[in-house]
């Protein structure tokens, strides 16, 4: 077996071994103690969404409907301004190819362009 193979089996072998330790981490038929307070419900309150200003209008109603589906308009503008249109086509492209956003072609075009008028 090369080094390489046997550095998989290791590394599968202690996996393996936390993964049985995670599931039954009690010794000599010990159950595992959860604290209480870590069952108790957390409430929070989110702020309120809104829209930025460099966002607000009608031109950038694509970029609105569309970006805050998966993410904060916030997201947006506190990308880097001034980084060109390629910057805003390129991360609108990793949007739809890396995370799987719904944009059809034409409205990525859009989107990028709208992007890269108004952040550079």
Known sequence: MGSGQQTFVTAFIVVSALAV??????????????PPSSLAPVSFVMPEETTPPELADEG????????????????????PRGM???????????????YGAP??????????????????
Do not use: N
Not at 22 to 32: K, S
Not at 103 to 120: N, V, Y
């Open 21 to 34: 330790l995670a599931v039954f981490p009690g010794v000599h038929g010990e159950d595992r103690v959860v």
């Open 84 to 98: 060109g249109e390629k910057f805003w086509h390129d991360s609108v492209g990793k949007m739809v190819k890396v």
């Open 60 to 79: 950038a109603e694509l970029v609105v409907s569309t970006c805050s589906a998966c993410h904060s308009l916030e997201y947006i503008t506190t990308q």
């Open 103 to 120: 944009i059809e072609p034409a409205d990525a075009q859009a989107i990028s362009d709208i992007l890269a008028d108004r952040f550079g």
